[in-house]
């Protein structure tokens, strides 16, 4: 989508759309679930996790952190992920509001 476009759309749009991007690869999926399950995760553990190099769960985490679906603390050397809980609620509502739009019809196209 052109920066100069995004302006012919709500908030909501460009706001779901830019999520679904962040969560449009497969690698971001993983690291997602993967955070789910452990509810935190320091990122040498996801290197092993996923075997993926270092460089590109990096390059992962920041997508997904700049989207503000998980949030990160350093702790000495490490650095600490996980869910970013209030995002993540307001993630699934967009989603959620966006799919409860449908609804079934007898016939179509």
């Known amino acids: 989508m052109g ?3 995004s302006d012919l759309f709500t908030d909501q749009q460009n ?3 830019s999520l679904a991007k962040a969560l ?4 971001r999926i993983a690291i997602l679930q993967v955070l789910l399950k452990a509810q935190q ?4 553990d ?3 996790e996923l075997g993926l190099a270092q460089a590109t769960i990096s ?6 952190k ?10 000495g050397t490490s650095v600490c992920y996980c869910i970013e809980p209030k995002k993540w609620k ?9 799919f409860d739009g449908y609804q079934a019809a007898n016939s179509c196209c």
């Open 3 to 5: 920066v100069t476009k």
């Open 15 to 17: 706001e779901l759309a």
């Open 24 to 27: 449009a690869h497969p690698a």
């Open 41 to 44: 995760c320091i990122n040498g």
């Open 46 to 48: 996801l290197v092993q």
């Open 59 to 64: 390059q992962h985490l920041r997508e997904l």
């Open 66 to 75: 700049n989207t503000g679906l998980i949030q990160g603390t350093i702790e």
């Open 90 to 98: 307001a993630v699934k509502t967009l989603f959620d509001d966006l």
